[in-house]
């Protein structure tokens, strides 16, 4: 029988398992095996015995009990569109990114990839709103409602730039803003080897970078 939930939570027995929910064409999930290992799977099925893994490059065949957990990937697909008036909270991260000097541009990928503009978004972590602010985090920022659009935004736009300041490097402030500052320090100031790390920081400097470079051309040609 074919499988594809976003969320499946193994017990202690193998082959233990409980859905919880149904597929999500904008996430892929993680196979998560007993060496520590993450695979990143578009599908998979179980038999009696294993598991037959869908991959990007192919399939592959792991034994039940060599699989510790399937993990929803937590962030989105970045965003095509320039931020503009028709962008939502447009205002907020506007005026957000002018008090702390950021990029208005940045802040609005930002929001994309992590809660895709939903001020309500939970992830299976605990990270909440719109910017995903951990609790430790929230309150480390005195917010008082994290799933407030303005505080939400203000406290992460406010965390980013302290990031930025820290490293002096965009590719490490992301970084650390999706993992920990903790893990960038641990792995000698590098972007740590989650797959999941890697994804966030390549999706949202992409997005940025075109961006950017489409708004510099309407610019010149304008």
């Known amino acids: 029988m074919s499988l594809r939930s976003r969320h499946l939570v193994f017990g202690g027995l193998a082959g233990m398992a409980l859905l919880l929910g149904g597929a999500c064409a904008c ?15 578009t599908g998979y099925e179980i038999l009696s015995d294993r598991y037959i893994l869908h991959l990007k490059g192919g399939v592959a065949e792991v034994p039940l009990e060599d699989i510790v957990g399937i993990e929803p990937e937590e962030i989105f697909d970045p965003t095509e569109e320039p931020l503009s008036d028709k962008t939502p909270f447009q205002k907020i991260i506007r005026a957000a990114a002018e008090r702390y000097g950021m990029d208005a541009d940045l802040i609005h990928c930002v929001v994309a990839v992590e809660s895709n503009f939903n001020p309500k978004a939970v992830s299976p972590k605990n990270a909440r709103g719109l910017m995903q602010l951990m609790p430790q985090t929230a309150v480390h920022y005195g917010v008082k409602d994290v799933f407030d659009p303005e505080e939400n935004i203000n406290a992460g736009t406010r965390y ?17 803003y999706n993992a920990g500052p903790e893990r960038v320090d641990r792995f000698g100031r590098h972007v740590p080897p989650y797959l999941e790390t890697m994804k966030y920081v390549q999706r949202i400097a992409k997005s940025y970078a075109k961006i950017k470079a489409e708004t510099a051309a309407l610019k010149q040609n304008g």
């Open 27 to 41: 996430r892929a999930d993680y196979v998560v095996l007993r060496n520590g290992a993450r695979l990143d799977v």
């Open 160 to 176: 980013l730039k302290e990031l930025m300041a820290k490293y002096n490097n965009l590719t490490l402030a992301l970084a650390a």
